[in-house]
Nanobody, 126 residues
Framework: VQLQASGGGLVHTGDSLRLSCAASGRAFSSGTMGWFRQAPGKEREFVAAIRWSGTSTHYADSVKGRFTISRGNAKNTAYLQMNSLKPEDTAVYYC????????????????????WGQGTLVTVSS
C-alpha cells in the first residue's frame, strides 16, 4: 500500500488549504484514515481521522471547528480541509491508514495506523 499526500504550500494567517491523500495498492472498505502533523522541533501529533465505513470523524481539540476530514467518492481518497489557518498549524502533514476499524481509544495513536504517506509541508505565515 502506498499513500500519496499532496496539497501543502505557503499561505497566510486566515487562509485555507485542502490536503489530499490517495491510497493505492488495496481498497479500504472498512478501515480508518488519519492525518497527523509534525511541527519543527516537535513530536508528531494527531490531527483528524475518518472511518471509511461511515461518516464518523474525530479531531484534535486544536483543529476542531477549523479542519474537516472527508472521504472522496473514490474509496481510497481522503481530504483535510483546513480553514482559518494559524502560524501554529505550520507542520509537515502526514496521512496514515489502517486496514481495519481503529477503536476510538486508539484513533489518535500513531501505532494504530499501518501505512504512512511521505508528508506534505504546510507553512502559515503571520
Amino acid at each position: 500500500v502506498q499513500l500519496q499526500a499532496s496539497g501543502g504550500g505557503l499561505v497566510h494567517t486566515g487562509d485555507s488549504l485542502r490536503l489530499s491523500c490517495a491510497a493505492s495498492g488495496r481498497a479500504f472498505s472498512s478501515g480508518t484514515m488519519g492525518w497527523f502533523r509534525q511541527a519543527p522541533g516537535k513530536e508528531r501529533e494527531f490531527v483528524a481521522a475518518i472511518r471509511w465505513s461511515g461518516t464518523s470523524t474525530h479531531y484534535a481539540d486544536s483543529v476542531k471547528g477549523r479542519f474537516t476530514i472527508s472521504r472522496g467518492n473514490a474509496k481510497n481518497t481522503a481530504y483535510l480541509q483546513m480553514n482559518s489557518l494559524k502560524p501554529e498549524d505550520t507542520a509537515v502533514y502526514y496521512c496514515a491508514a489502517a486496514p481495519t476499524r481503529v477503536i476510538l481509544s486508539s484513533i489518535a495513536t500513531q501505532t494504530a495506523y499501518y501505512y504512512w504517506g511521505q508528508g506534505t509541508l504546510v507553512t502559515v505565515s503571520s
